[in-house]
């Protein structure tokens, strides 16, 4: 896996208090929406992990890094990227009508997927209690508790879980426990990866219908039916 050089462009405060950062870098080391990289800054030779970094807004030479972030990191500062790690959202080709969902209390790691959709000419509704930043006009946003109304509508969903919000996912989308989903749907696991896939920690073990998958190899994004939920 390459490890190429990026740098911390601008800082970037949300109304949570808590830092984003602009961050250049080659664009090969871009992640796809729902991937994610490993850095860190080779000033800090005694940082004790790696930070995981997810996009928020995707562009040709730079990307928004979301929080949680290393306080240390300022305008200027160098870093080394690994990556992009992981499987990110794959929609099929013919998805005309999207469906996103998060769960918790962000919902910024589907916004890149969205614009990738929209630029398709695709139709896209978020479905989000959480704060979101501007969107497109053709982005069309709802309150979550309206999720089940999009299953109709829609032939692809993606969601943002955790292990906590994946449990109460079938609620929100209106099903018993014996119905399957009438889409094709994703979803991004969000769980600690220190490890980043190297040395198989197992800290971001994922329930799975079959035995356990790992969201930093495995993921992080997954197809629905493969987890446990």
């Given at each position: ?7 911390v ?6 109304p ?7 961050i250049?870098?080659?664009p090969?080391?871009?992640p796809?929406?729902?991937q994610?990289l490993?850095?860190?800054s ?11 970094l997810?996009?928020?807004e995707?562009?040709?030479d730079r ?8 306080s ?11 990556g992009p790690?992981?499987?990110?959202f ?5 998805s005309r009508r999207i469906a996103?969902a998060?769960?918790g209390?962000s ?5 890149p997927?969205?614009l990738?959709?929209?630029?398709r000419?695709s139709a896209?509704a978020?479905f989000?209690?959480?704060w ?7 982005l069309?946003?709802n309150p979550?508790?309206h999720?089940?109304?999009?299953l ?9 879980v955790?292990r906590?919000?994946?449990?109460r996912?079938r609620?929100?989308?209106?099903l018993?426990?014996a119905?399957?989903?009438p889409?094709?749907a994703q979803a ?5 990866m220190?490890?980043?896939?190297l040395?198989?920690c197992?800290a ?7 035995g356990l998958?790992?969201a930093c190899?495995d993921?992080p994004v997954?197809n629905?039916d493969d987890?446990e939920?």
């Open positions: 896996m390459q490890t190429t050089t990026g740098h462009q601008e800082i970037v405060w949300g949570e208090g808590l830092q984003a950062a602009w250049t870098c080659p090969t080391s871009l796809a929406p729902g994610y490993s850095a860190w080779p000033e800090e030779p005694l940082a004790p992990l790696a930070a995981t997810f996009a928020g995707i562009l040709s990307f928004l890094a979301l929080p949680p972030l290393p240390s990191w300022q305008p200027g500062t160098q870093l080394a990227l690994r790690l992981g499987h990110g794959d929609p099929p080709e013919t996103l998060a769960l209390q919902c910024r790691r589907l916004i997927l969205a990738q959709m929209l630029e000419g896209v978020l989000t209690d959480a979101f930043p501007p969107l497109p006009a053709a069309e946003a979550l508790n999720l089940s109304e999009a109709p509508w829609a032939d692809f969903l993606a969601v943002e955790d906590t919000t994946l449990s996912l609620k929100g989308l209106g018993h426990p119905d399957r989903l889409v094709p991004l696991y969000l769980a600690d220190p490890c980043a896939g040395a198989a197992g971001c073990w994922t329930p799975a219908r079959r998958l790992y190899s993921g997954f629905l987890l939920w």
